[in-house]
T-cell receptor, first 114, second 109 residues
């Protein structure tokens, strides 16, 4: 089945540790995105990538890093510099080259920093 | 800059019709998306409007007025499973979406 996978679903880390969240898609989409969602808030864009080996900062990139070495994969690292990392993290992908930029989401990773 | 505004919560009865409004101000615009998000889950795509007018898809319809920066999502024949948050998102034309905070719809028997 085609889709977007994120793992793990729940993640716990101690304060001061870096953590990497996985996002994989087999939809052959060119563009991939990372969002953060806090309770009662909309989705906020962290980083996005429109093509392999290229990515851009979103609205809240500070304290995060990404890589895009393969079309299928767009991992997000939450570094110790992120002041308030506990949140629900959502990965999405889209295929703008096909005339629509509808984004499709993975199931999300809920990160709790203790 | 981007500004997407939605009401925060509404309650409606099973079988009723509910309209969820969204106003937007974006520096560029390439369409308006609606997503449904159940608690603790990922958003799922409902509809996309890029031209003015109404798009109907089963029990859900979405309307766009580009000149007014306004959209609404219409849910008909409400079912209990429609209890969810409905997110409005505007595309800026550079493959980026700006999301509103979501409108929580609670369906009661």
């Amino acid at each position: 089945d085609g889709g977007i996978t994120q793992s793990p679903k729940y993640l716990f880390r101690k304060e001061g540790q870096n953590v990497t969240l996985s996002c994989e898609q087999n939809l052959n989409h060119d563009a991939m995105y990372w969002y953060r969602q806090d309770p009662g808030q909309g989705l906020r864009l962290i980083y996005y990538s429109q093509i392999v080996n290229d990515f851009q900062k979103g609205d809240i990139a500070e304290g995060y890093s990404v890589s895009r070495e393969k079309k299928e994969s767009f991992p997000l690292t939450v570094t110790s510099a992120q002041k308030n990392p506990t949140a629900f993290y959502l990965c999405a992908s889209s295929s703008p080259g096909q005339g629509t930029d509808t984004q499709y989401f993975g199931p999300g990773t809920r990160l709790t920093v203790l | 800059g981007q500004n997407i505004d939605q009401p925060t919560e509404m309650t409606a009865t099973e079988g009723a019709i509910v309209q969820i409004n969204c106003t937007y101000q974006t520096s560029g615009f390439n369409g308006l998306f609606w997503y449904q998000q159940h608690a603790g889950e990922a958003p799922t795509f409902l509809s996309y409007n890029v031209l003015d007018g109404l798009e109907e898809k089963g029990r859900f319809s979405s309307f766009l007025s580009r000149s007014k920066g306004y959209s609404y999502l219409l849910l008909k024949e409400l079912q209990m499973k429609d209890s969810a948050s409905y997110l409005c998102a505007a595309s800026d034309g550079n493959n980026r979406l700006a999301f509103g905070k979501g409108n929580q719809v609670v369906v009661i028997p």
